[in-house]
């Protein structure tokens, strides 16, 4: 028996030369296909991560913005609150002057009558002139 691994200088049979020089020939004309797909697929990962963060920017600026409109839409109640108040208040006023309208109407005839009064005796004593105290005691007779 011979053994077909004694001589290791022996060149390889023809079939498998063919079958390596075809696989060689396959390697050679897929490398550029291949090479390309893999700067495709890198190219995909890099546009998929530039996609991923954008959406994830535009996430981080979409809830600023809510939180924005949050805090206006706040401050824009308690404007709406405070606003109310200052008109039920001044309504009450409003109430409270026409349901004693009687009594008001009373306290400023009061009141423009008694200045009256002060206004003409302040008008009185400005157009007197000015007596000794002898003719003050007597009344102006002496």
Partial sequence: MSDPNKDTNQKRTTTRTAEVKARGAADKATAPASKATKAASDKAGDAASAARSGARRS??????????AAKGVEVGRQAVVTTSEHVAATAKTAWTVIAHRKLVAAGVGAGITALSAASYAVGRRAGRSTHGPLTRLTGGRI
């Avoid at 996430?59 to 924005?68: K, P």
């Fill in 59 to 68: 996430a981080e600026v979409a809830s600023g913005a809510v939180q924005t």
